[in-house]
């Protein structure tokens, strides 16, 4: 309904036409604004991001983050993460996102960085389990957890308890876009 007011920046704008030209997922602009609402409000500096895609929601959040913010970012597709390494560079945000092409899963569990701010998970839905596992020990307490497309993609009923219940999160899911799930760790 306000999707356009204010209108996003013009690399945004852009991106979208792109994604869409290409018939590539990209998440949906409210998606956008509201993880860069939170990214502001959280002043999050230190973001995980799983799923690049061609950068749509890593943009959002690049241009929200504060000065010295960092976001690492995985997916394994070199084609994609070469178009959004592309956006971010041209809008001035490429110094502050790592980018990794290695599967996500394999890195996780020696991931050097906790205490994340915020963890974005927009990826194969099969694998929503196992980010669950191994994202929430990486967030700090008051963190964000982030799943997208959590009520578009079938088979999915058995990860929504899971992660509604899960006893280190408060837990919610929003009828946005394909369904976001959002949970802040509590312990």
Known sequence: MYEDVPAPHPL???LEQYAQKERAAAVERSVGRLLST???AMQANRILDIGTGFGYATLWMALAQPPLGRI??????????TIAR??????GEAEHVEISNQ??????AIFPQHNVDLAFIDAPAPDYDAYLDQCVPLLKRSGLIIFNGVLGRGGLEAF???FLEHP???ATILPMGAGLGIGARIE
Do not use: G
């Open 103 to 108: 599967p996500a899963l394999e890195v996780l």
């Open 86 to 91: 592309s956006y971010l560079d041209r809008a």
């Open 38 to 40: 939170l990214v502001h």
């Open 160 to 162: 929504n308890r899971r």
């Open 72 to 81: 690492w970012s995985f997916d394994p597709n070199v084609a994609r993460t």
């Open 168 to 170: 280190q999160l408060d």
């Open 12 to 14: 945004l704008l852009e």
